[in-house]
C-alpha cells in the first residue's frame, strides 16, 4: 500500500508535466476554434513557440557571463509569444483574409513550423560548438523551474501540487480565464457567435473578422507557450523533433474537453498520465507505443459518447472550418 | 416633409451581374411600405444596403433628410434601422436574451438577466409571448421571428425592414403578426416589408414600390391599386392569374397509405398512424405548419424514410397490380413512376447538386441506365435543353452550375426535370418556395397539367390560397397526425388553419364520398 501510494505521488507530478504543454496547446486552439478557425498549424505553432524561446534562452545565455533572472525569464517568454504570434498571424492572413482553406493551411504551418524548428534547431546547436546536436539551456531550465521556497515541506501536497514551474500555474490560470471569458463576458458571447454563425454576427454589429484575427492569434501565442514550456523547463533541452505528437494530442484534447477550457485541465493530466502510463507499468518498447495511443482512444470514445448523446452544446461550432465572406451570394 | 428614409439613384453590381440600377425609393414614419417584385429583382440587395450588409456601388441614402453612409449593420443600428431577414439570422445554442443583446457594446456591464427583463418588457410592449431564457433551436419558426422582431426593438429601431417575414407562418400567426405591425406604424416607426403574397400587400400596406429587373418601376398607392394592376407592373406585361382546376377524370386509386407511423432518431413519433388515398388524375394538397411531418410523409412514400408501422400500397396502372412499397428500394419505387420532388428551405439540399451543372443534375436521375461503362451524355443535354427552353429557365447555359441561378430557376430545373420522367405519382414539395409570383404559376400550370395527364399529383404547399385554388382535395397535417381531410372547392382558409393547429387525429370518414 505504501509503495503504491509513494509511486503515485511520484507519478502525478510527472502527469501534470506532461499535460502542460497539452493545456496550452488546448487552450488556445478552443479560443481559435470558438472563432470557427479549425487550425490544424498548432503543432507546427508549438514548435515554432518552442524554438524561439529556446534561440532567445540560449543566445542570452552565451552573451552574458551572469544572467539576469527577471532577463532570463521574460527573453525567452516573448520571443515564443513573438514567433507564435507570427505564425497565427500568417494563419489568419491566409484563413481570414484571403479565405484559403483551412486545413490546407494549417497542416502546411505544422510542416513549416516543425521545418523551422529543426532548421534553427540545428544550426543553433552548431553555433554552440560543443558539436552536439541538440541545445543545452541548463540555467534558463533553473530559472523556469524555479518553484516555491516551501513547496518541499508540505509533504506529497507540497510534491503533487506546489513543485511546478510557474508556466505549469500559468497555464491553469490562462484556461480559468478563458473559460470566463468565454462563458461569463459579452466578448466570449460575440466571439462563439462569430464561431456559429458568422453571418448573424456580422448583422448584429460584430467585426467578424476582427474577432477571427484577435481570437486565432492570441490561441496561437498561448499555444506557443506549451511549446516554450517543454523546451525550457520539462526538457531543459532543444531537440530536434524532441517535441513529438503533443501537438496533435493537444487537438485531441480540444474534442475530450467538448470546446471548454476549464474541462480541458483536468484532462490536459489525464492525457499527461495517460501519455507515460508506460513508464510505471512494466512493459517492453514495443508494447509502449500502445500505451502511448490511449489518448487517442480516449478522444474517440468521448466522440462517440457526444455524438450519441446528441447535445447540442457539446457540438463543435457550427462554422467551424469554413470561411466567411459577408457578400457572398 | 422629410422621409425616414429616401434612397437615390442606388446601384448595386455582383460581378457581371446588376442587382440594383439607379432605384429611388421613400418611406415616411407611421407607414407601412411594402416591395414588390418578381425572383432576382433586386428587393433583398436593396434592403441589404439600407441594412449595411451590402455596400452600393453609387446613390445616395437619406435618412431624415440627411445624407447618411451605411458601411456596416453596426452604423445601420446608429441610424436606427433593423433588419429582419428572411433566412433568420440567428446563433441556435443561444438563449433569446443571449441573441438579443449579441453585438450590443453600449450598456455597461454584461448582466443577462436585466436583459432577459428587458426583453419580457419589450415583448408585453406589443403582445409577443417569448421565454427569454429558451434556446432557438428549441423554437418554432414563429418564436424564431419574433427574437429576430424583439432583437431590432431593443436595439431602439424606429426603421423596421421585413424581408418575406410571413413565408413560414400559418394565417393565424400571420394575422398576429400584421396586427404587431400595425401597433409600430401607429406608435410611429417606418416600416418596409418584402412579401410576394399580393393579398398581403393589399391589407397591411400604405403603399407599394415595385422593382422589375433591378430597377425602380413605380411606387402607388394601396387603396388605388389591386392585384391586377401590380401584377403588370411587377412582371412589365399582363399575365393572367388564375389556375384553371378541372374537375378529376375517371379517378382510379394510385396510392393507399394505411396507418403508416415513422420515428426519427430520436425515437420521436413523426407519422403517427397516418392513412389517405391519392387518385390518379387529383391534385392532393397537404397543408401543415412547416415540420409537422410532411417531409416524413413524403419521404416514407419515396421509400427514403423506415416505417415503423403501416404499409403503403401502390396500385400499378400499367399492370394493375397492387404492389407493397414497403419492401422496395427506393429505387424500385422510382422506377414504378413514384417521383417526389422536394424543395426545402435551402432549395438545394435533395435532389440537386449545386456544384454541377444543369446537365449532370439531368444524369443524376439517369445515369444507371447507360449500357456502357461511359456516361451517355446526348439525352440529358436534349432534356436540359428542353427545360430551359419550356420553363424559361434564366441561365447563361446548360453547362452553368445550378449554384448559380437564382432560386426560381433552380426549383424549374427540378420539377421540369421529375416531370421529364413522366410519373404516375408526382410529389411536389414546396415547388414555389420563395418562387415569384410568375414563375409560381408556371409551376402550378406544370403540376395541372400532369394532374391532366392522370397523374397522382401531391402537393406540399404553404400558401393556403393557393391550396384552396389548385388542389382537389387537402390533406391537413397536424404534428404527425392527420387532423382533416377537406374539399378544396368549399373549404375555406380559417377553416383549415384551425385544423393545421389541432394535435389530435380524425379517421377519414368521408374519404370515399369524396372521391
Not at chain 1, 116 to 129: D, E, H, R, V
Not at chain 2, 387 to 404: D, F, G, M, N, Y
Request: hydrophobic residues 45%; charged residues 20%; proline residues 3%.
Amino acid at each position: 500500500m505504501q509503495a503504491i501510494l509513494a509511486s503515485l505521488i511520484s507519478f502525478l507530478p510527472r502527469a501534470i508535466m506532461q499535460g502542460t504543454p497539452l493545456l496550452y496547446g488546448a487552450t488556445g486552439e478552443i479560443i481559435t476554434e470558438k472563432s470557427g478557425h479549425l487550425n490544424l498549424g498548432i503543432p507546427g505553432i508549438m514548435y515554432v513557440g518552442g524554438i524561439s524561446g529556446a534561440a532567445g534562452a540560449f543566445l542570452y545565455e552565451h552573451s552574458v557571463d551572469v544572467m539576469n533572472p527577471a532577463l532570463a525569464i521574460l527573453i525567452p517568454l516573448s520571443c515564443a509569444l513573438v514567433g507564435s504570434l507570427l505564425m497565427g498571424l500568417i494563419y489568419s492572413f491566409l484563413t481570414v483574409t484571403l479565405r484559403a482553406n483551412q486545413n490546407v493551411t494549417g497542416l502546411a504551418l505544422t510542416t513549416f513550423g516543425i521545418g523551422i524548428g529543426n532548421f534553427f534547431g540545428g544550426t543553433l546547436a552548431k553555433l554552440s560548438g560543443t558539436g552536439e546536436t541538440s541545445l543545452s539551456l541548463p540555467q534558463t531550465k533553473i530559472l523556469f523551474k524555479t518553484s516555491l521556497p516551501f513547496a518541499a515541506d508540505l509533504g506529497w501536497f507540497g510534491s503533487v501540487f506546489l513543485s511546478h514551474g510557474f508556466l505549469v500555474y500559468l497555464a491553469v490560470v490562462i484556461a480559468l480565464i478563458a473559460a470566463f471569458v468565454l462563458g461569463r463576458t459579452r466578448v466570449g458571447l460575440q466571439l462563439r457567435a462569430v464561431g456559429e454563425n458568422p453571418a448573424t454576427a456580422d448583422a448584429a454589429g460584430v467585426n467578424v473578422n476582427r474577432y477571427k484575427y484577435v481570437a486565432t492569434c492570441i490561441g496561437s501565442m498561448i499555444a506557443g507557450l506549451g511549446g516554450l514550456y517543454y523546451v525550457v523547463d520539462y526538457m531543459g533541452v532543444w531537440a530536434n523533433d524532441g517535441f513529438g505528437d503533443r501537438g496533435w494530442l493537444a487537438i485531441a484534447l480540444v474534442i475530450f474537453a467538448v470546446w471548454r477550457p476549464h474541462v480541458g485541465i483536468l484532462g490536459s493530466y489525464l492525457f499527461g498520465g495517460l501519455y507515460i502510463l508506460y513508464t510505471v507499468i512494466n512493459i517492453g518498447v514495443a508494447e509502449q507505443e500502445l500505451f502511448k495511443m490511449l489518448p487517442y482512444v480516449v478522444t474517440i470514445i468521448v466522440l462517440v459518447v457526444t455524438s450519441i448523446r446528441e447535445k447540442r452544446e457539446s457540438q463543435p461550432p457550427a462554422s467551424l472550418g469554413l470561411a466567411y465572406f459577408r457578400e457572398e451570394r | 416633409m422629410n422621409y425616414a428614409i429616401e434612397l437615390k439613384g442606388i446601384t448595386k453590381t455582383f460581378g457581371s451581374v446588376v442587382a440594383n440600377d439607379n432605384v429611388n425609393l421613400t418611406v415616411a414614419r407611421g407607414e407601412i411600405l411594402s416591395i414588390l417584385g418578381e425572383n432576382g429583382s433586386g428587393k433583398t440587395t436593396l434592403m441589404n444596403m439600407i441594412a449595411g450588409i451590402y455596400f452600393p456601388d453609387h446613390g445616395q441614402i437619406f435618412i431624415d433628410g440627411e445624407e447618411v453612409v451605411i458601411r456596416s449593420p453596426k452604423d445601420a443600428f446608429q441610424y436606427k434601422i433593423g433588419m429582419i431577414h428572411q433566412h433568420f439570422k440567428l446563433v441556435d445554442v443561444f438563449t433569446a436574451t443571449e441573441n438579443i443583446i449579441l453585438g450590443l457594446k453600449d450598456q455597461g456591464k454584461y448582466n443577462l438577466k436585466k436583459a432577459a427583463a428587458r426583453v419580457k418588457e419589450i415583448s408585453e410592449q406589443y403582445g409577443f409571448e417569448i421565454d427569454p431564457t429558451k434556446k432557438i433551436y428549441e423554437m418554432s419558426v414563429s418564436e424564431k421571428q419574433t427574437v429576430e422582431i424583439i432583437k431590432v426593438l431593443y436595439r431602439g429601431a424606429d426603421i423596421l425592414i421585413l424581408d418575406e417575414p410571413t413565408a413560414v407562418l400559418t394565417p393565424q400567426e400571420t394575422q398576429k403578426l400584421f396586427a404587431v405591425l400595425r401597433k409600430m406604424r401607429d406608435s410611429g416607426k417606418a416600416i418596409i416589408i418584402i412579401t410576394h403574397k399580393l393579398h398581403e400587400v393589399l391589407s397591411l400596406s400604405d403603399r407599394v414600390s415595385v422593382l422589375c429587373k433591378g430597377k425602380y418601376v413605380g411606387t402607388v398607392n394601396t387603396a388605388e391599386t389591386n392585384e391586377m394592376a401590380l401584377t403588370e407592373m411587377m412582371v412589365g406585361k399582363k399575365v393572367t392569374l388564375n389556375i384553371d382546376r378541372s374537375a378529376p377524370k375517371d379517378p382510379q386509386k394510385r396510392l393507399e397509405v394505411k396507418d403508416v407511423t415513422c420515428l426519427n432518431r430520436e425515437g420521436v413519433k413523426m407519422l403517427d398512424d397516418v392513412s389517405f388515398t391519392a387518385y390518379s388524375g387529383e391534385i392532393l394538397g397537404i397543408a401543415g405548419i412547416a415540420g409537422s411531418g410532411q417531409r416524413e410523409l413524403l419521404e416514407s412514400i419515396a421509400g427514403l424514410q423506415k416505417l415503423s408501422e403501416g404499409d403503403i400500397y401502390y396500385h400499378n396502372p400499367k399492370t394493375g397490380e397492387v404492389d407493397d412499397l414497403r419492401n422496395k428500394t427506393p429505387m424500385q419505387i422510382r422506377d414504378l413512376g413514384v417521383r417526389l420532388s422536394f424543395v426545402p428551405e435551402d432549395r438545394l439540399g435533395m435532389g440537386l447538386v449545386g456544384n454541377m451543372d444543369i446537365i449532370d443534375n439531368m444524369m443524376l436521375r439517369s445515369y444507371q441506365r447507360g449500357k456502357t461503362m461511359f456516361l451517355e451524355r446526348k439525352k440529358p443535354k436534349n432534356l436540359a435543353e428542353d427545360i430551359i427552353k419550356q420553363l424559361e429557365v434564366v441561365t447563361p447555359s446548360a453547362h452553368t452550375p445550378v449554384r448559380r441561378l437564382s432560386g426560381g430557376n433552380v426549383q424549374k430545373v427540378l420539377v421540369g426535370r421529375e416531370i421529364a420522367s413522366s410519373p404516375t405519382v408526382l410529389m411536389a414539395a414546396y415547388p414555389v418556395r420563395g418562387l415569384d409570383i410568375n414563375s409560381s404559376y408556371t409551376i402550378y400550370n406544370l403540376l395541372n397539367q400532369q394532374k391532366e395527364k392522370g397523374v397522382a399529383v401531391i402537393f406540399v404547399g404553404e400558401d393556403l390560397d393557393v391550396l384552396l385554388e389548385l388542389c382537389d382535395r387537402i390533406l391537413v397535417i397536424g404534428s404527425g397526425h392527420i387532423t382533416g381531410v377537406v374539399d378544396a372547392r368549399s373549404a375555406t382558409k380559417e377553416e383549415i388553419g384551425l385544423l393545421m393547429t389541432k394535435t389530435t387525429a380524425v379517421k377519414e370518414e368521408n374519404e370515399n364520398e369524396n372521391a
